[in-house]
């Protein structure tokens, strides 16, 4: 088996959609699902600001963040293999902290997938500077973005 599927996803409600998309896509293509979660280390700074707090304080609060953070990465990735199990999809689980648009593009330059898929909320209109078409821009692959309903 050499088709790859690489999905993006930070495991919110509004990749949900993109996750079945990605597990029905690689059951119907006989393809590999590699899940590229991205942390959100948006909270990281606050660890930072404090000006009262020691720099032990915070180091042990970004410690704690990353660990959160890689978590519920990880308790995400155990709902999505139970549901690839049932379909026999082989998965591989890749935690990544940075720019989504680094991290993405650089995922599918090393992974080399036949398809990206990455999940979202519906927006209004066609947004050229969204994160989609940035990525479309960058990367060979086709690029599926699944919003959430």
Not at 34 to 60: N, Y
Not at 116 to 133: M, V
Not at 134 to 144: D, N, Q, T
């Amino acid at each position: 088996m050499s088709k790859k599927v690489l999905l993006a996803t930070k495991g919110t409600p509004s990749c949900s959609n993109a996750e079945k998309s990605a597990i029905s896509y690689c059951r119907a293509n006989d393809a590999e699902l590699v899940v590229l979660h991205i942390v959100d280390s948006s909270l990281k700074h606050f660890g930072q600001i404090d000006p009262l707090a020691t720099e032990i304080d915070k180091s042990h609060f970004v410690e704690y963040i990353d660990r959160l953070c890689e978590y519920e990465a990880k308790e995400r990735f155990e709902s999505l293999k139970s549901l690839a199990d049932l379909s026999a999809i082989p998965l591989q689980l890749r935690i990544c902290d940075g720019s989504p648009l680094q991290t993405i593009v650089q995922t599918v330059r090393e992974v080399e997938p036949e398809l990206l898929i990455i999940g979202g909320k519906a927006r209004p209109a066609y947004r050229f500077f969204s994160l989609s078409n940035r990525i479309h821009r960058k990367v060979r692959c086709p690029v599926r973005q699944v919003y959430y309903a």
